[in-house]
């Protein structure tokens, strides 16, 4: 059964940090790009960084970048996003998602494949 889950959000303080996982399965993962994408409540989704299927690429929303990390290890089939100097503005569920698109505008622009359900980042004091 195909499923990417995502885990790792929580509370934490402005300036903290934390790393999000996207464990997939039932799908070939190398062939796929992965992104982080982003929702908050009466907001709609937003692109917060992407990685090409080799890990070789990586592009990142201007909101995050200098803040944020992409990466992949494709031999446990995972994508990680490290998020640090959290800011309030950052509180969203977060999703990965596996597609064709490597880049932030490209994936929203057409589409990904596959969705996680989401994980919670709450940055408050």
């Known amino acids: 059964q195909l499923q990417l889950v995502e885990s790792g959000g929580g509370l934490v303080q402005p300036g903290g940090s934390l790393r999000l996982s996207c464990a997939a399965s039932?799908?070939?993962?190398?062939?796929?790009?992965i992104g982080w994408f982003r929702q908050a409540p009466g907001k709609e989704r937003e692109g917060v960084s992407c990685?090409?299927?080799?890990?070789?690429?990586?592009d990142y929303a201007d909101s995050v970048k200098g803040r944020f990390t992409i990466s992949r290890d494709n031999a446990k089939k995972t994508v990680y996003l490290q998020m640090n100097s959290l800011k309030p503005e950052d509180t969203a569920v977060y999703y990965c998602?596996?597609?064709?698109?490597?880049?932030?505008?490209?994936?929203?622009?057409?589409?990904?494949?596959?969705w996680g359900k989401g994980t919670l980042v709450t940055v408050s004091s």
């Open positions: 998602a596996a597609g064709a698109y490597s880049t932030v505008v490209g994936a929203l622009v057409n589409g990904m494949d596959y």
């Open positions: 990685i090409s299927s080799s890990g070789g690429s990586t």
């Open positions: 039932g799908f070939t993962f190398d062939y796929y790009a």
